[in-house]
């Protein structure tokens, strides 16, 4: 039973970190780029409202940080630093020119904050096709156009066809959904199955302490500080058998242990003998009674005929 627990809680424990594994690998961060200039968030500041601008791809690491982002299955688009913080568009309408700036990321902010993006790389609004993101000269909003300024270049597989009118979730994202679902059911699963492990220790580590359980036979091994009592030899069942508990003789009651007591001299009882004491007990008795009533004591050879007589009768 304890070894049972134990592969079902280290199951439940791997299935969950595997699962864990492969969602921490599927979220990944990668660059918006146009030749080599990428979005970058300006001087790093993490604010409402702070500009996204075009500045040269990798660098040191600081300044790469600011280039990486998170393409999430909700279609924002998340600093990679700090996945609270969305790619937006600053104003909740659209307009050319509009700014595109750093913003907390909003439910209540979908048309400014949802994108697509599709295999000819353009960087659109998800609930609007028709306003795409442009590089020419700073990063802003403008009608799509198919220019050079609107290419990007950003790793996500699989991209939304070109066309395609987005806002909804891919496969891919619901699959990460389910991986997440998973992976919190596995770990979830492994730690009430440790904890159930334990508490069955505990509690049958309790009972033999108390008497409860079966009582420790001596050779007996302990495993995880239970004992572990070991199947009896061959040699100790025939001991039992012909040696049983004391007090209870093999298929025998007081009755033979009385026929079976040794006479006087040491040795056991033979018919015979019990025969003698009985016949001469008979004497002994017919002595007396005749010598109350006056009459002759009979012999032994007269007793013995007299009862084996009654006992033919």
């Not at 700090?82 to 979908?110: F, H, P, Q």
């Not at 359980?213 to 007996?220: L, Q, R, S, T, Y």
Request: net charge negative; with cysteine; glycine share 12%.
């Amino acid at each position: 039973m304890t070894r049972v627990l134990a592969i079902i809680a280290t199951s439940w424990l791997w299935l969950g970190v595997a699962f864990a594994q492969q969602v921490t690998n599927s979220v990944s961060t990668t660059e918006i780029r146009a030749e080599n200039i990428c979005v970058t968030n300006f001087n790093g500041a993490l604010k409402n409202g702070n500009q996204l601008t075009l500045w040269n791809c990798g660098g040191p690491e600081v300044v790469r940080t600011r280039q990486l982002w998170q393409l999430a299955s909700d279609h924002t688009i998340r600093l990679g630093v700090d996945t609270r913080y969305c790619l937006t568009n600053s104003i909740d309408s659209r307009e050319e020119g509009n700014a595109i700036v750093l913003w907390l990321c909003d439910g209540s902010m979908k048309s400014s904050q949802t994108w697509d993006i599709t295999t000819l790389g353009k960087v659109q609004l998800a609930q609007h096709h028709d306003w795409c993101l442009d590089g020419n000269p700073r990063l802003d909003l403008m009608p799509c156009s198919g220019s050079r300024q609107q290419k990007w270049k950003v790793d996500t597989s699989p991209p939304v066809p070109d066309g395609d009118s987005g806002g909804g979730s891919s496969g891919e994202d619901n699959n990460l959904e389910l991986q997440v679902l998973f992976s919190l059911l596995g770990i979830a699963g492994g730690i009430v199955s440790i904890i159930l492990y334990c508490r069955f220790l505990t509690l049958r580590k309790k009972a033999l302490e108390a008497g409860v359980g079966p009582a420790v036979e001596e050779g007996a091994e302990a495993v995880l500080g239970v004992p572990f009592f070991p199947a009896p030899s061959v040699a100790t069942i025939a001991s039992r058998q012909h040696d049983p508990e004391p007090g209870h003789p093999p298929g025998g009651s007081a009755q033979l242990d009385e026929e079976a007591a040794p006479g006087e001299g040491g040795a056991a009882a033979t018919p015979d003998a019990r025969a003698g004491a009985a016949s001469g007990a008979a004497a002994e008795a017919a002595h007396e009674s005749a010598g109350n009533n006056g009459a002759a004591p009979a012999s032994a050879d007269e007793v013995r005929v007299e009862m084996r007589g009654s006992q033919r009768g």
